[in-house]
């Protein structure tokens, strides 16, 4: 029950106990404001008469205290709760993007995308940069050398496991392959992802993992593991398209 709702009712019970006690009150004291005295009570008529008056005037007394109750005692509404609206994005005066209000859902602070808006999809997941394996491989240094150095980064595996494919080491490529892909498994699992989801080939930390499962859908289909070859296929197209298309 609405707490305003029940401290009127309290209220309107706690005024007409007033208005009985009072009218009680006006019934016992008119007599006398009346003026009839004890001797007014023994001859009929005069009783008629003095009744009469009382009877007057305590409707009066009872109808002036009661006009006001009467005007308040509307129908009382039941009163609805506000519709919810979802939050709004804040814009500054001059049209562009404003500060957002703390309180926005989370479709409304970040960039859109189909995955977590449209499908109802979970966001994004974007890899920590790790530019030690990266920098040292663009310096010239051997893939072996870089995933002995950085054993849990998934590009140097990757690299590894594209040397062995293109000198026809397809086992060994494979090897290599699956080895970069579980490291970025552990990764992706580190930074949320939950075993589905985008993992854009735009955010390159995630090309490291990106090519490791491209790496080891190749070589699962070199060496006859079709089952494996079209799981892994499917899992770098739902993870991010760009990569799939890039890596083609």
């Known amino acids: 029950m609405d707490p305003a709702h029940t401290r009127a009712g309290l209220a309107g019970g706690t005024d007409d106990d007033a208005a009985r006690a009072a009218g009680l009150a006006a019934v016992a004291a008119l007599p006398l404001f009346a003026g ?11 009783f008629d008469e003095v009744f009469g008056r009382v009877v007057v005037l305590c409707a ?7 006009a006001p109750r009467l005007r308040d005692r509307e129908p009382s509404r039941p009163r609805l709760p506000a519709p919810a609206v ?14 957002r209000r703390r309180d926005a859902p989370m479709y409304e602070t970040g960039p859109m995308s189909i995955h977590e808006n449209l499908l109802g999809g979970p966001p994004p997941t974007h890899l920590p ?36 494919f293109e000198r026809g080491s397809v086992v060994e490529s494979y090897a290599y392959a699956r080895t970069g892909y579980h490291r970025g498994l552990d990764a992706l699992r580190r930074n949320g992802w939950k075993g589905h989801g985008p993992v ?3 955010h390159e930390p995630n090309r490291g993992f990106l090519r490791a499962l491209h790496a080891l ?3 699962a289909r070199e060496i006859g593991e079709q089952e494996e070859y079209e799981r892994c296929s499917q ?4 993870s991010s398209p760009a990569a799939a298309q890039a890596l083609a």
């Open 129 to 164: 940069d790790d530019p030690g394996p990266r920098e040292l491989l663009a310096s010239g240094a051997t893939s072996a050398d870089v995933a002995a150095r950085y054993p849990t980064s998934s590009l140097a595996w990757a690299r590894l496991a594209d040397e062995a």
């Open 217 to 219: 859908a190749r070589a």
């Open 235 to 238: 899992f770098l197209k739902d």
């Open 200 to 202: 854009p080939w735009e």
């Open 60 to 66: 009066a007394v009872l109808a002036a205290g009661s």
């Open 86 to 99: 979802p939050h709004a994005r804040q814009r500054g005066g001059d049209g562009g993007g404003g500060a």
């Open 36 to 46: 009839p005295g004890p001797e007014a009570y023994r001859p009929p008529e005069a």
